[in-house]
């Protein structure tokens, strides 16, 4: 007998069968709800010290309930991140990036916000906005998008307006560190068509350089060091080391549309990673960024997060064995945030839950073929 969580993997990656459901209830969403959100809207990354939540989930689950057209589940999180996060105001404070139970009291653990979640947050509001025609959402977004630009972005000499990970601590003298990661190019091109009068549109291009220039070897870090002298650099505070905040960098050129600025550019560059995969079968756990060399093999979530890429270069044999390979392990959506995150992304984007247009603009199937 077949278990829930087989069924919902045989749902997930059986086209006749999902194109069924595409149109009404995401049963992944609602386990991923089940298993990592509290009634009160708290993500809940299981097992970590303290039982911690990050802006990070807050704002992935956001996207998520939006892609979902679940609006009771969006408004109970995007209150949850205001009234603990931003102390109860995301108009005047960016959310701290680190909320725990300790000591038997929930309170922030690390007041010090995340700049990528912050872009999430403000591009899932803007988009909000416009599918749920709710103006709130659209006010509040461009007050987030202009606390992100002031508060987590700098003039780095020789490359520009760049995205801090966050507003303190990624400075040391004329060295600044970044994360490749952090920088969607997407939501860094819908701001700039949605704030045409801030340097949305520089911060977008100096990202792309940004992004390329560091997988010389069609790897990316997950740390990266610069400064006017050497350029992007690794050393130990910053080693030339990719995976579990890289992988992502590889999800989110694959979510770009086909005629977006950068996509041919970005994907041709990452082309080895997919190499690997179709040669090996596997997804792997680190790659050395400076010779290329892959070790270990990754988490489900790693999988689930190439199918997109996979999909976009024609590479159906791989997607075919990394999806076998999460049917033999579906432990992983009751217990497993991070893994159950990229599954979600990568599956849904698979299976057409979503699509982004080359100005950055969500379209969910929902708001289109579903009416």
Known sequence: ?????????????????????????WPQWNTFK?????????????????????????????????????QASFDTLL????????????????????W??????????????????????????????????????AVLSSVLAERIIREETAQLPKLGIT????????????????NPSYAPLFILKQFAELYPHSPWQQLHDN??????????????????????????????????????????????????AEDAPYKSALMKQLTPMVEHIVSSGKVPLETQTVTGKVSGTGPIGFGAALLPFLAAENASQSITALQQQMMMDTGFISSRYYDSVLYLFGTSALNKRFSINKNGELITNWSAECQ
């Open 1 to 25: 007998m077949k278990t829930l969580a087989s069924l919902l993997f045989v749902l997930a990656f059986s086209t006749p069968a999902f194109a069924q459901l595409t149109c009404a209830a």
């Open 34 to 70: 089940t298993h990592f959100i509290s009634p009160k809207g708290r993500v809940i990354d299981l097992g970590s010290e303290y039982d911690i939540t990050t802006s990070e989930g807050q704002s992935y689950s956001l996207f998520f309930a939006l892609v979902a057209n679940d």
């Open 79 to 98: 209150e949850w991140t205001e009234v603990n996060l931003s102390e109860g105001d995301l108009s005047t404070r960016l959310p701290a990036w680190k």
């Open 100 to 137: 725990g139970i300790k000591e038997g009291e929930g309170k922030i653990l690390d007041s010090n916000p995340a700049s990528d979640s912050d872009l999430w947050i403000a591009y899932t509001l803007s988009q909000a906005a416009k599918l749920w025609q709710d103006r709130r959402y």
């Open 163 to 178: 995205l801090l990970p966050g507003p303190n601590g990624f400075k040391d003298e004329n060295t600044w560190k970044l």
């Open 207 to 256: 990202s792309a350089n940004m992004l390329i220039s560091t997988a010389a070897k069609g790897f990316s870090p997950d740390w990266v060091n610069y400064n006017a002298e050497q350029g992007f650099f690794h050393d130990k505070h910053a080693p030339a080391l990719g995976s579990y905040n890289a992988i992502r960098v590889y999800l989110w050129a694959s979510l770009m």
